[in-house]
């Protein structure tokens, strides 16, 4: 005999709801529609919420609430983002005898001035032989909603160099992002640390280097000859 089980479908579903991206302090409310895929009942406190940057309203109907399969419960859901950057959530529903399901949340908050966001935060080159050389690079982003106006960096010193890192009074539109190149080219071997920091009104980024420099490794093929 064969028996198989299947991932059966879950007592309740609802599409996710993408709340785009919304001003910190500012909030955005959209609904949320949780439909029965069988006879259930959600009791009082069956729906809950997280993080804490998303909120529920009063569902209607009010819990407790006895649904027919097919039928639904729609729910207001307020995104309220205290710092920019994505941030997931979901409502969890759960149904009277165990059991539920989960409607998940996306929205992106944006800050009310210029934000200065570079990635990585640092870079490790590891081992590269002297006399060669190795670039890696960094993004550099303005997650905030006005211009941003770069200062004066403060650049690594040799075997390190930058290039295409935006000089003194250079702007970049508020959500547009660039990309700057950090080289290691070592002539003398040594272990060498340093720090790039990109200064602009929307804050100031530190990226830490890290690099060891030395000869190329030599196979060495012991004895020679085998008797």
């Given amino acids: 005999n064969v028996i198989g089980w299947g991932a059966g479908t879950a007592a309740v579903t609802g599409s996710a709801l993408d709340f785009g991206t919304v001003v910190v302090g500012q909030q955005k409310t959209l609904t949320a529609t949780i439909t029965a895929n069988q006879g259930l009942t959600i009791p009082a406190g069956g729906l809950t919420i997280s993080p ?11 819990l407790p609430a006895t649904l027919a399969a097919g039928a639904s419960l729609t729910v207001p859901v307020t995104f ?8 997931s959530g979901a409502i969890n529903v759960a149904i009277q005898g165990g059991g539920g399901g989960t409607v998940s949340l996306t929205g992106v908050g944006q800050v009310n001035a210029a934000q200065l966001n570079v990635t990585p935060s640092s870079l490790n080159f590891g081992g590269v032989v002297t006399g060669t050389s190795k670039a890696l690079s960094i993004s550099i982003q303005n997650t905030g909603n006005q211009t941003l106006t770069f200062g004066t960096s403060t650049l690594p010193a040799a075997p390190y160099s930058v290039t295409g890192l935006p000089g003194n009074g250079a702007t970049l539109a ?6 700057a190149t950090v080289t290691f080219a070592p002539t003398a071997d040594g272990t060498y640390n340093a720090n790039l920091v990109v200064n602009s009104n929307g804050g100031n980024a530190t990226i830490a280097l890290a690099a060891q420099a030395g000869s190329a490794p030599v196979m060495v093929i012991s004895p020679m000859s085998i008797d």
């Fill in 52 to 62: 804490a940057t998303y909120t529920l309203g009063a569902s209607t109907p009010a």
């Fill in 174 to 179: 508020a959500g547009a992002s660039t990309t």
């Fill in 80 to 87: 309220n983002p205290t710092a920019s950057g994505s941030i």
